[in-house]
């Protein structure tokens, strides 16, 4: 079921146009990934999902029905310009934040008693958040973001400004979050976190989304053919025979197998190629390629720009 | 609680519980008091250091008429001891020597040497006790001149005091009494108070936006509560934070007053008390009536109209001010960008100020209705010249343009703040701060 969609939002600031005619449909339950490259347009559309700014065009749904100032509520907002008061004390600060999307005092003590335990940071309750370290306020930061248990979360470079123990911390309290059912529109730069987090993308360039769909099919979309093959035999006479049919992009000849990649051309599927390299040596092992979510990034906006 | 009630609370909470706020409150008060006190406190502490000064009369008109009190003896020295003693007072046992010459009736002039720097009391001592003799011994003359023995008596009575009551006559015809000095004291207050206010406030209003985008904890809240409710949210705090400490002050600025003047008189040497009751003993009357005419125009003053006006300019004017100080707080990222969108804001209410002194003493001149009217500088203007009494349609006048000015200043300055505390890294022009008010949200 689509939680959330945007459809054919367009924003300009003056004469800058930071988005056209962009739609995009979030599943509930997924996690969504929106990439692009830097001054793409992604914070514009989160901020226009988080209603701070409203779009020039296009119209908004949440839980199927046009977007409506309450929906706020159910959002969860992890914005990549982040901080906190700093003179203000933790505790009171996540209360504060917790009551501003809607929770009562009484269940913002109870939720934040709950994730301050589970985080061991019950001791920074009344401690100043100058005292605390970045990595401290992003999880004081983090736990403000979901407290009220929003329907969506948005997350804008969550990584950003944490350590890899913290950051392996927060990806398994995602990946936590998205089993218990909550939604996610998870914008980043880091194309790892894409290909392990993401059930779907959408990429944006210049004002305009020129990639969408489930992160398998992309990707799968985006093979070139390529293959990863494990043999027993003679590379040369290999070469020899199939070298003018077959592009090798590279290989290495080794004490138990020799291996190669191997791409085959337009019109070519990967059963010839089986059939081709089985007359002349034994596979030991074939494997197709699929390209990194970093090579789809690259290829794809390089095309667009 | 709507999210407008928790953005205030958050900002008049931890402001009222900052250390430097409950400081600068208790403080406030306790330098003014001292100020005002410790000075009266040391000038009545009786010199209690024994002086004795040598008095050498040429005139020989006050000899054996200096009569010592309990610590400055005076001692009459002849001609020839005097000679002996004037260049070598340092090392006398005298503080001081009183050199009286012989035609003192002509010059009314005489010398108090000493190696001391002589203290204003004892200069006041010699002083008054020089005056009473001659006086004393002229009017003697005087009186055996004209054979008159009454006459120190019925010149006392020939001494009158003439009070001038200005009277002004209300719309309606009736005359009221009216006083142009309680006028300029209370326009003078007023105006000072809304002066310092929007002043100080309206910078804690800017700061505090600063400080919400250099954290970086804006885009958060704002995904909570529009931008303009954290703008407004804000302000009200802020103002509400002022007004506590306002109302703090004016509190233990009554109860200082009141005790320090249950303190000051009886509390103190006797001999004092009494030199101060002799002294304002020959004003008492004209002071007993001048307190009275005091009371009596205090209740001729307005202040119903004059508090509720007053009440009105504060909020108007803060409200105004304060708003254009978030915009150019939101519009910048760090303190040294605000300078040269402050000079604007900061030049109307100076000019405020300045023009307020002139309109205390003219307060019906062009200059004082103008700048009643102007909205930018009316709150603080307006407030000098309402204790005078002005016509119902200026203040009308100046009431709705001040209205107008700060709605729609509130309104820009909500446009400029939503688009402002999202940028960053972007030196800021006006020309682009005026781009910022077309924006749709």
């Known amino acids: 079921?689509?939680?959330?969609?945007?459809?054919?939002?367009?924003?300009?600031?003056?004469?800058?146009?930071?988005?056209?005619?962009?739609?995009?449909?979030?599943?509930?339950?997924?996690?969504?990934?929106?990439?692009?490259?830097?001054?793409?347009?992604?914070?514009?559309?989160?901020?226009?999902?988080?209603?701070?700014?409203?779009?020039?065009?296009?119209?908004?749904?949440?839980?199927?029905?046009?977007?409506?100032?309450?929906?706020?509520?159910?959002?969860?907002?992890?914005?990549?310009?982040?901080?906190?008061?700093?003179?203000?004390?933790?505790?009171?600060?996540?209360?504060?934040l917790g009551m501003l999307k809607g929770l009562s005092r009484r269940e913002a003590m109870r939720e934040l008693k709950i994730w301050f335990e589970k985080f061991e940071i019950i001791s920074w309750w009344d401690k100043k958040v100058m005292e605390l370290s970045k990595g401290m306020q992003q999880k004081v930061q983090f736990i403000c973001t979901v407290l009220h248990k929003p329907k969506l979360m948005i997350f804008d470079e969550p990584f950003s400004g944490f350590d890899p123990i913290n950051a392996e911390l927060l990806k398994d309290e995602i990946l936590r979050l998205k089993r218990e059912g909550a939604t996610i529109i998870f914008s980043t730069h880091n194309m790892e976190s894409?290909?392990?987090?993401?059930?779907?993308?959408?990429?944006?360039?210049?004002?305009?989304?020129?990639?969408?769909?489930?992160?398998?099919?992309?990707?799968?979309?985006?093979?070139?053919?390529?293959?990863?093959?494990a043999y027993k035999g003679d590379f040369q006479s290999l070469e020899g025979k199939?070298?003018?049919?077959?592009?090798?992009?590279?290989?290495?000849?080794?004490?138990?197998?020799?291996?190669?990649?191997?791409?085959?051309?337009?019109?070519?599927?990967?059963?010839?190629?089986?059939?081709?390299?089985?007359?002349?040596?034994?596979?030991?092992?074939?494997?197709?390629?699929?390209?990194?979510?970093?090579?789809?990034?690259i290829k794809v906006v390089k095309q667009n720009s | 609680m709507s999210k407008i009630g928790l953005v205030l609370t958050r900002e008049y909470t931890t402001r009222v519980r900052k250390r430097s706020f409950i400081i600068m409150t208790i403080l406030m008060p306790a330098l003014m008091a001292a100020m005002m006190i410790l000075p009266t406190y040391f000038m009545t502490q009786d010199d209690t250091k024994e002086r004795h000064i040598a008095v050498y009369d040429g005139s020989t008109m006050l000899?054996?008429?200096?009569?010592?009190?309990?610590?400055?003896?005076?001692?009459?020295?002849?001609?020839?001891?005097?000679?002996?003693?004037?260049?070598?007072?340092?090392?006398?046992?005298?503080?001081?020597?009183?050199?009286?010459?012989?035609?003192?009736?002509?010059?009314?002039?005489?010398?108090?040497?000493?190696?001391?720097?002589?203290?204003?009391?004892?200069?006041?001592?010699?002083?008054?006790?020089?005056?009473?003799?001659?006086?004393k011994e002229k009017m003697a003359a005087v009186i055996k001149e004209t054979n008159i023995?009454?006459?120190?008596?019925?010149?006392?009575?020939?001494?009158?005091?003439?009070?001038?009551?200005?009277?002004k006559l209300g719309e309606s015809g009736e005359a009221r009494k009216s006083s142009t000095e309680i006028g300029m004291i209370l326009g003078y207050v007023f105006g000072f108070v809304i002066y310092m206010f929007i002043l100080l406030y309206g910078q804690m209003v800017m700061q505090g936006v600063?400080?919400?985008?250099?954290?970086?904890?804006?885009?958060?809240?704002?995904?909570?509560?529009?931008?303009?409710?954290?703008?407004?949210?804000?302000?009200?705090?802020?103002?509400?934070?002022?007004?506590?400490?306002?109302?703090?002050?004016?509190?233990?600025?009554?109860?200082i007053v009141s005790g320090a003047r249950g303190l000051m008189p009886g509390a103190h040497h006797a001999d004092t008390a009494q030199q101060?009751?002799?002294?304002?003993?020959?004003?008492?009357?004209?002071?007993?009536?001048?307190?009275?005419?005091?009371?009596?125009?205090?209740g001729s003053v307005n202040f119903p109209l004059i508090i509720g006006c007053f009440i009105f300019f504060f909020i108007g004017g803060y409200l105004l001010y304060s708003s254009m100080y978030a915009a150019v707080g939101s519009a910048v990222d760090a303190q040294e960008d605000a300078q040269q969108f402050m000079m604007p804001i900061m030049l109307p209410i100076i000019l405020a100020i300045l023009v307020m002194m002139s309109a205390i003493k003219n307060p019906e001149g062009p200059v004082a209705f103008w700048f009643s009217i102007i909205p930018f500088t009316s709150p603080v203007v307006m407030m000098a010249r309402i204790p005078f009494g002005v016509p119902i349609w200026q203040l009308l006048l100046s009431m709705v343009a001040l209205i107008a000015t700060f709605v729609g200043m509130v309104w820009g300055a909500g446009k400029i703040y939503r688009t402002g505390i999202l940028m960053y890294g972007k030196k800021v022009s006006w020309k682009e701060l005026g781009k910022w008010l077309t924006y749709r949200t």
Not at chain 1, 194 to 216: F, M, Q, R, W, Y
Not at chain 2, 150 to 161: F, G, Q, S, V
């Open chain 1, 1 to 96: 079921m689509e939680l959330f969609s945007a459809h054919e939002v367009s924003k300009s600031y003056s004469d800058f146009k930071a988005l056209s005619d962009v739609s995009i449909s979030v599943e509930e339950g997924s996690v969504f990934g929106l990439l692009g490259p830097n001054g793409a347009g992604k914070t514009t559309l989160i901020r226009i999902i988080n209603q701070i700014t409203a779009p020039d065009t296009g119209t908004l749904t949440f839980n199927g029905k046009p977007m409506k100032a309450d929906d706020i509520y159910r959002i969860g907002y992890l914005p990549e310009e982040r901080g906190l008061y700093k003179k203000m004390k933790v505790g009171e600060q996540a209360l504060y």
């Open chain 1, 194 to 229: 894409v290909e392990e987090l993401c059930d779907h993308i959408a990429l944006i360039n210049k004002s305009k989304k020129i990639l969408d769909g489930p992160t398998l099919n992309i990707r799968e979309q985006y093979k070139s053919n390529i293959f990863d093959v």
């Open chain 1, 242 to 297: 199939i070298g003018t049919r077959y592009a090798i992009l590279e290989h290495t000849e080794q004490a138990r197998n020799n291996t190669l990649k191997i791409q085959f051309s337009e019109g070519g599927n990967s059963g010839a190629l089986i059939r081709d390299l089985v007359e002349h040596v034994e596979i030991v092992s074939f494997n197709e390629l699929i390209p990194s979510m970093n090579d789809v990034f």
């Open chain 2, 63 to 135: 000899l054996g008429q200096m009569e010592s009190n309990q610590y400055t003896k005076y001692t009459f020295i002849t001609k020839e001891a005097y000679d002996g003693l004037k260049d070598h007072l340092k090392d006398s046992p005298y503080y001081a020597l009183l050199v009286i010459q012989p035609n003192l009736l002509n010059t009314n002039t005489v010398q108090l040497v000493s190696a001391n720097n002589i203290p204003f009391d004892v200069k006041n001592q010699v002083q008054n006790k020089i005056k009473s003799i001659i006086e």
């Open chain 2, 149 to 167: 023995p009454d006459l120190e008596a019925r010149i006392k009575a020939t001494k009158t005091n003439i009070n001038v009551n200005t009277i």
């Open chain 2, 210 to 255: 600063m400080e919400e985008k250099q954290s970086r904890i804006v885009e958060v809240i704002i995904s909570s509560v529009k931008p303009f409710e954290l703008m407004m949210g804000k302000i009200v705090g802020i103002a509400l934070v002022g007004l506590t400490q306002l109302s703090i002050w004016i509190v233990l600025g009554f109860m």
């Open chain 2, 276 to 298: 101060i009751m002799a002294q304002t003993q020959a004003n008492m009357p004209a002071e007993m009536d001048k307190m009275q005419d005091i009371i009596g125009m205090l």
